[in-house]
């Protein structure tokens, strides 16, 4: 089985590939509006403003251009790594400017990586509490990193140097890599680690007891009573809320700029990125953000409740929470029947407990069911379809989600 066959690292690259052609598409525009200015203010008289302003749009669309070139000619190569080999788990350790170093399946073997991406990307190979990050590609060469999932994907090389490997490596093993026990590789296939209730509900409740306490937030009106536009969680998830701040920032920029005359050229720049910004939120929110809440306002409103217990758990990449559902009447040696991520405002209020499942009336462009959970006389808004036991798409994310026993692996 190759990684590119495992349905969250096929869809992580393709989000990849999606973002490089925005950004080449993106600074494309901005160049050439820029130079179409340039050459308009040529022929036009009272236009010394242009050229102060000029330099502006031509060095961001060259960069967004370069940059998404770059991007592009990455996930070419993530692609052709990623269909040549499978992922394995190795214990890491993540040192600054972009530096990682990875336990070797060989006991004492350390390989010093650095990671060929863009400073605020750093943050996405942040081992989780487990210090564990998954590894494809050529130890000698190019090779991905991605946190257990396969979710996120950040290209790497050997870091340069002999004496900035020994570096990193002696740094590493102050940090105790050496001394962790190995991790077995290769990943299984498609099998999903056993998922019980007990255990599952024991690491809930001990992520819920090193948590910070959330805000308490304004109850959301019933979705069943009111237009979906009137309901926060359905605002965040098609987008209304972001592109109306976009919106009114964009427009505030530009009449500042209008007001400001010449002193506020600069002003005016940014105002018309902002507003080109909105034009795409606009764009989402009309093509695919009203249909998808209103189709999730349907799923809430279902007649026919499917009672369930639940455990929740936190993404270990982004933090998200996860509903694991069980079946509502059972034992602590219970397995997962599915699971819901959940928008990070919709957490519900105890790490595990009982929850109301509705929806199934409709599919995703995959086939996956639209499901909308209750608990506690609040909506759980997902953040994605509802993964069912069995599938691919679950398997992906109990990989991350059983705990260390679960999983065959040692505890780091």
Request: aromatic share 6%; with cysteine.
């Amino acid at each position: 089985m190759s990684a590119l066959e495992r349905a969250g690292t096929a869809e992580a690259l393709d989000r990849y590939r999606r973002r490089a052609a925005l950004w080449v598409k993106t600074g494309a525009a901005v160049l050439a509006a820029g130079v179409t200015l340039g050459v308009l203010s040529l022929n036009t008289s009272g236009a010394d403003w242009v050229t102060e302003v000029l330099p502006y749009p031509l060095a961001g669309g060259a960069f967004a251009l370069l940059l998404g070139l770059g991007a592009r000619r990455f996930a070419r190569r993530m692609r052709r790594v990623l269909d040549a080999g499978d992922w394995s788990a190795h214990a890491v350790v993540a040192l600054p400017k972009g530096v990682v170093v990875l336990a070797g399946a060989e006991p004492g073997v350390l390989l010093p990586r650095q990671v060929v991406a863009v400073k605020e990307r750093y943050a996405r190979v942040e081992p989780g509490p487990d210090g564990v990050l998954w590894w494809c590609g050529d130890p000698r060469g190019g090779g991905v990193i991605a946190p257990p999932g396969g979710g996120a994907l950040v290209w790497t090389r050997p870091v340069r140097g002999a004496g900035a490997r020994r570096r990193a490596v002696a740094l590493a093993e102050l940090r105790g890599l050496a001394e962790r026990p190995a991790i077995g590789l290769p990943l299984p296939a498609a099998a999903s680690p056993v998922l019980p209730y007990a255990s599952l509900a024991e690491a809930a409740r001990r992520q819920a007891a090193g948590a910070k306490a959330r805000r308490r937030r304004r109850p959301e009106p019933d979705v069943r009573a009111v237009a979906w536009w009137r309901v926060r969680g359905l605002r965040e998830i098609s987008g209304l809320s972001w592109t109306a701040g976009s919106c009114a920032v964009s427009a505030a920029l530009l009449g500042f700029a209008w007001l400001g005359g010449e002193d506020a050229g600069m002003l005016g720049v940014f105002g018309l990125f902002m507003a080109a910004g909105a034009c795409v939120n606009v764009v989402r929110l009309l093509t695919s953000g009203v249909s998808a809440a209103r189709l999730l306002a349907r799923t809430a409103g279902a007649p026919v409740a499917v009672p369930k217990r639940y455990v929740v758990l936190a993404d270990p990449y982004s933090g998200s929470p996860v509903l694991v559902v069980f079946a509502p009447h059972g034992g602590p040696g219970d397995k997962a029947e599915g699971a819901l991520p959940l928008l990070r405002s919709s957490a519900p209020g105890e790490p595990a407990g009982e929850v109301e499942l509705h929806g199934w009336l409709d599919l995703d462009e995959r086939g996956r069911p639209l499901v909308v959970a209750r608990s506690g006389g609040r909506v759980l808004w997902p953040r994605e379809p509802y993964l069912e036991a069995g599938t691919a798409e679950f398997a992906e994310v109990a990989q991350w989600l059983a705990p260390p026993q679960e999983e065959g692996v040692p505890a780091a």
